[in-house]
């Protein structure tokens, strides 16, 4: 969906200082300009040209201004439009010391003083609770660049794995994302800010002149979102994501002092932040064609958020010292330049295939019975506009073969897809008849090739065959005789004269070679083989879905008998599972433990056909090639023997022909037991379920009997049978064991009425305090390991 553009929203927030030069800034009345004045520096004589005013309009000019009120003024709206599909990019940029980590992350031994990052996380979550008629799924990462090079901050977390290849940046025709960057999902609150406080942790800090904690890198943490309505079914769905990218602050490095490592780092550092300077230039120059996004790591990562589809705001940080002046100015002109650039945000709208898949269906089912409808005032006789099953196709064959035997006057014309049908049906009657043809003409004569002048002279020798090539005697169907191919009958290609077919059937049904009746019986024949394989297909489907009835019937039955039963002594110390599972399989588990048995007998019996099946298969492919090489043998010999061909066509020996044959059989062979290797793989895959399903079902029953039997106090199950909706096996044993005290509720009603600003920072907290005590306990562990050992 296309956006309409906006301009680059940028605020400029002053660090407190009791030093602050009140001659030098003065901000206007409207609270959104800024003017910066420099006396004159004398030295440089009485001309002196030197500017000494500047003036910068801004959105807004933020100074001694709470946290509250900064994410309330910056922030708030990018986040709540990102709900509705639009991305969102907040940066921070500044000298270093002047308060960017501050301003987006805060500090976490206070909740008040909490920065954009973890309040765009709060509010997320709550609007995500606002809106229940949507299902909004959270996933976040955590980007450093460091050295112009990427790293990812969560990957210290115990489930994610260690990356072979090194991280890089893909662009896509949905936009830039990162190779090997780790996405977490998010269902709470906490969660996020634990993954939040678990980056903060890695991050690279160094101390110099200005800042003690000083960020060495650039850092970008992204919230992703994806909303489906859980009330209309319109297939499409809205994503968004949220960058909020904390920069590393430029530095002099005169008055930073930065030696060694922190050198290095600081020249990184403002080669990247010179590189994003000129981008954004670029971008505000609407005679520039090209864009300079892949100079640097930082402006290829955030080629999205800088001039594309996207709420960007800027937030510049300044210091208010006089000391600080030329970088503060450096600084205000990037916030002006920044203000000139343009964006498109649009709302990201996706389509779910699988649900628009069902609104076709829906929608297709609504057009067929709109037909029917009209079908029914028009006076139509019933129409079915749906794919025809195999007892249709087998009609329609029926009624074609009786078509061509006479018996039947005409076929009925009902829809499109009828007459389609019976045309496929023609062609494979007509298919079935030059085959029969075929194979009666071999059995019944020997044919000869016209252009063998030597066969037939001797033929003739022997009186079988007169000069014009007719049969001497009497064909009665008990002799046998000799007859001669006609040059147009290529051997192994059927012929496709009509009149030829239609001679050859009609002395064929005299003869009784061919007949209605037979062509009747072989269909029967054919027809009643597959209906008993699917038959007994269908059994063994319907043995093993009783049986899944009756494994999911079985907890009632056992649970109501053991009611009555009285309940042996429990002893002191429960045995071992492994003694106990013995026991209960041939106790109480043990109707699910035959009906296991019985299941996993099916499976393997299916297995053993499979496996014979392949062997077979195996060896129709063996004889297919010995099969292929013969007849490329026979070819060769052919072609050194010299071919012969009249009038195109290519004369082949009966050796070369019956080896076509052979071949033609075999893969027909093939593809039949192949057709029945799939049969049997989906049976398999079939009893393989149904035999996990019974395997977990009799694990699950044993955890509730050995947990009632041995773990649970009888005191504790006498009370939960005392007219409790909860019955024993409902409950974990460790969670029932803990019903008596239940300190954790305790503790959170603690939280509530402890902790400052319950219950909105108890989420805060705890990944707070979950973080630390990781920290500590790595901390603890690395002691260990380093301390010396006596």
């Known amino acids: 969906m296309m956006g309409s553009k906006k301009k680059v929203h940028a605020f400029v927030r002053v660090k407190p200082t009791d030093d602050f030069a009140h001659e030098m800034i003065k901000y206007g009345d ?5 003017d910066i004045h420099l006396k004159k520096d004398t030295r440089r004589g009485v001309v002196n040209n030197q500017q000494t005013d500047w003036s910068f309009r801004l959105d807004g000019v933020l100074h001694d201004a709470s946290q509250d009120l900064v994410y309330e003024t910056v922030a708030k709206d990018v986040v709540s439009q990102a709900l509705d599909g639009y991305n969102g990019t907040i940066m921070c940029y500044g000298q270093t010391g002047a308060g960017k980590t501050y301003t987006m992350t805060g500090t976490t031994e206070n909740y008040k003083h909490r920065g954009i990052l973890p309040r765009a996380l709060q509010q997320v979550f709550r609007l995500i609770q606002e809106r229940p008629t949507h299902a909004i799924t959270v996933r976040v990462s955590y980007l450093e660049i460091y050295n112009e090079s990427l790293f990812d901050l969560l990957s210290t977390l115990p489930y994610v794995g260690a990356s072979v290849t090194p991280m890089t940046i893909v662009e896509n025709p949905e936009g830039i994302f990162i190779k090997g960057l780790s996405v977490h999902l998010t269902s709470q609150e906490e969660d996020a800010f634990s993954l939040l406080f678990e980056g903060e942790t890695n991050r690279i800090i160094a101390a110099h002149t200005l800042n003690k904690n000083s960020s060495r890198s650039h850092c970008i943490f992204t919230i992703y979102l994806e909303a489906h309505s859980r009330t209309l079914s319109d297939e499409k769905y809205v994503t968004s994501k949220i960058n909020l990218v904390d920069l590393a602050g430029s530095e002099r490095l005169g008055k930073s002092g930065s030696e060694g490592r922190v050198l290095k780092e600081a020249t990184y550092i403002n080669k990247s932040l010179s590189f994003l300077e000129q981008a954004i230039i670029a971008l505000g120059d609407q005679k520039r064609d090209h864009i300079p996004f892949r100079q640097c790591k930082l402006t290829h990562a ?6 594309g589809n996207c709420n960007m705001v800027l937030v510049t940080n300044i210091y208010g010292e006089a000391a600080q002046l030329e970088e503060t100015l450096s600084s205000l002109r990037f916030a002006s330049r920044m203000k000139l650039v343009t964006t498109e945000p649009a709302i990201n709208e996706k389509h779910n295939t699988e649900r628009m898949v069902k609104n076709l ?23 079915t506009y749906d794919p025809m099953d195999e007892v249709q196709i087998a009609e329609i064959n029926s009624q074609v073969r009786r078509y061509l035997e006479g018996t039947l006057e005409e076929i009925d014309i009902i829809n499109l897809r009828q007459i389609q049908e019976v045309f496929n049906q023609f062609r494979v009657v007509l298919s079935q008849q030059e085959q029969e043809v075929e194979s009666a003409l071999r059995r019944k004569y020997t044919l000869i090739d016209k252009n ?9 020798k022997a ?26 009958a290529k051997p192994g290609k059927k012929t496709k004269t009509k009149k030829t077919f239609k001679e050859l059937s009609s002395s064929l049904r005299k003869e009784g070679l061919l007949s209605p009746v037979s062509t009747k019986v072989f269909d029967v024949v054919s027809t009643s083989k597959t209906q008993l394989v699917s038959s007994a297909k269908e059994g063994d489907v319907k043995d093993t879905l009783s049986r899944e009835r ?30 106990a599972f013995e026991d209960f399989k041939n106790e109480r588990g043990s109707e699910i433990n035959r009906i296991f048995k019985e299941n996993k007998s099916i499976l393997n019996e299916r297995k053993k056909r499979a496996s014979e099946t392949t062997q077979r298969i195996n060896a129709i492919k063996r004889e297919i090639d010995m099969t292929k090489e013969s007849l490329n043998f026979q070819k060769s010999l052919r072609e050194k023997q010299g071919e012969y061909e009249n009038k195109g066509l290519m004369i082949i020996d009966e050796e070369e022909f019956l080896l ?8 027909k062979q093939y593809r039949s037991e192949y057709q029945d290797l799939r049969d049997l793989r989906a049976e398999i895959q079939y009893c393989q379920r149904l035999v996990d399903q019974c395997r977990q079902r009799l694990l699950m029953e044993f955890d509730i009997w050995y947990n009632e039997s041995f773990i649970i106090p009888e005191d504790v199950q006498a009370a939960l049978r005392l007219g409790s909706s909860i019955r024993p096996g409902m409950v974990p044993g460790p969670r029932i064991v803990s019903l008596g005290e239940d300190d954790q509720d305790k503790f959170s009603q603690l939280q509530q009425t402890v902790l400052p600003e319950a219950p909105n920072s108890i989420a805060f907290i705890n990944a707070k305090v979950k973080t630390e005590q990781k920290q500590n306990y790595m901390k603890t562990m690395m002691g260990l390991q380093h301390a010396p050992r006596k």
């Open 452 to 460: 063998d002048f030597a066969t037939i002279s001797a033929v003739q």
């Open 463 to 488: 009186g079988l065959v007169d000069a014009d090539g007719h049969l001497v005697g009497e064909a009665d169907g008990q002799s046998f005789a000799f007859g001669i191919i006609p040059f147009s």
């Open 660 to 667: 076509i044959l052979k071949l033609k059989d075999l893969k």
């Open 361 to 383: 269906e829906k929608e297709l089912a609504l057009l067929k019975r709109e037909l029917a409808l009209h079908n029914s005032l028009a006076n139509r006789p019933l129409v």
């Open 302 to 307: 955030l080629k999205d958020s800088l001039g």
């Open 30 to 34: 409207d609270k959104k300009s800024i």
């Open 550 to 579: 009756e494994t999911s019937s079985i907890e009632p039955s056992v649970s109501g008998s053991l009611k009555e039963e009285s309940r042996p002594i429990r002893p002191s110390t429960p045995p071992p599972r492994p003694l």
